[in-house]
């Protein structure tokens, strides 16, 4: 099985590959437009950062698995995958404690405007009667707007701090946040008007595209603190630089709308970047992250390997379009289960999905065919003759 690595890994994790028998090509410095090219023999790609377009997935006959050393997958193209039943996985929660940490250092600096204030003291300029103006965070309010494990992480380091807590999420319900000890907002606009700061920690989909709009911005308090360590697509660039003019909102942002996608390249929105406090999305980026991202890399492939399933699959389809269940109990012996087949696709039935299970004697094993319609009769009746088969069951599918 041969893996392309069009990121850093951890050499650990590289080695671990190599250990299950992969044959390994690790380069860093491959850009979206050269894996096309690269990747015309691979069976898996891991990438971090790089693009995965539907040209580069084309360009691979033998690719079976995309690995984003990462949480979120919107570099990659689902669609294109899917259209070729590749394999996606991801690593979540591996980066929590990195991201979590950037958003409350990004919210204090925020705050105390440790980035200007270290810019002037670098240009030889003392201006503490300027810096001197901070709200201070204890006994404010931070709202929470996503709350996975990463806003769950943010909400702890905060309570810490000793400020007040507040989440909304499509998911969180009163009791959820009870039991996390935090506020919950029944809707994002009543949590943008009741935040001193907002920190954003949710994932980017098409209906999150521009969730931090011009809407929610009006909606904030003047002066409170902007934090986005999750998408820069989340956020309405335009609008953010509107209300940074017009509520004099302090932002601190690891992501950009449309930031480059390599280590290095040029910035191209210096009249945000000198509105705000920003890093260059380097939010999952501590050895620490990198480690446990490696090590669940590893973990997916393995799985890959021994089972043909890899760990994290975000792109299977979560409920079945299958109206009949199939349970076959049969003698593990050669081509009973192609006989079984054979017989549905004369039938014109197609299997949805199929597990079999072989039981600890190895001589019996039990079939389950999730159909998209019911076999006849006479079908079901053909396939108890057969003197390898135990037992046929057949039911709907609620």
């Excluded at 609008?239 to 004099?248: D, F, M, P, Q, V």
């Amino acid at each position: 099985m041969k893996v392309l690595i069009a990121d850093k890994l951890s050499s650990k994790a590289v080695a671990a590959l190599k250990a299950l028998g992969a044959e390994v090509r690790v380069n860093a410095e491959l850009t979206s437009d050269d894996l096309p090219a690269a990747i015309k023999d691979s069976d898996i790609l891991v990438v971090r950062s790089t693009k995965v377009t539907a040209k580069t997935i084309e360009s691979a006959p033998n690719l079976s698995m995309i690995i984003r050393a990462g949480a979120g997958v919107n570099t990659i193209d689902l669609g294109a995958a899917n259209m070729r039943g590749i394999y996606v996985s991801n690593c979540p929660g591996k980066n929590t404690e990195a991201v979590a940490e950037l958003a409350i250092g990004l919210l204090i600096s925020a705050d105390r405007r440790l980035a200007d204030a270290t810019s002037d003291l670098r240009g030889g300029k003392w201006r503490k009667k300027e810096y001197g103006k901070a709200r201070g965070l204890k006994g404010r309010t931070i709202g929470i707007v996503g709350f996975g494990s990463i806003g769950k992480a943010v909400a702890a380091r905060a309570r810490s701090l000793e400020m007040n807590v507040t989440a909304w999420s499509r998911s969180l319900t009163q009791e959820i946040a009870k039991e996390h000890g935090v506020s919950y907002a029944p809707d994002i606009l009543s949590l943008a008007g009741q935040s001193d700061a907002v920190s954003i920690h949710i994932a980017y989909k098409q209906d999150t595209h521009h969730l931090v709009g011009r809407a929610f911005l009006d909606s904030m308090k003047e002066g409170a603190i902007l934090v986005n360590t999750s998408r820069g697509e989340v956020v309405d660039t335009a609008a953010l630089k509107e209300a940074i003019s017009s509520k004099k909102l302090r932002v601190g942002m690891d992501v950009f709308e449309n930031e480059p996608a390599g280590g290095e390249a040029e910035f191209t929105d210096k009249e945000l970047a000198a509105l705000i406090t920003a890093t260059p999305h380097i939010g999952a980026s501590t050895d620490q992250a990198s480690e446990a991202i490696a090590d669940e890399v590893v973990r997916i492939v393995k799985s890959f390997i021994q089972s043909g399933v890899p760990l994290n699959t975000v792109n299977i389809r979560a409920r079945s379009s299958a109206t009949q269940s199939l349970v076959v109990r049969h003698y593990n012996r050669v081509g009973v289960l192609a006989g079984i087949l054979d017989k549905l696709r004369i039938s014109g039935i197609n299997v949805e999905e199929m597990t079999n299970i072989i039981f600890e004697s190895s001589k019996a094993a039990c079939c389950t065919l999730l159909l998209d319609n019911a076999p006849k009769q006479a079908i079901l009746d053909e396939m108890s003759k057969d003197e390898n088969i135990i037992e046929v069951a057949l039911k709907p599918i609620s």
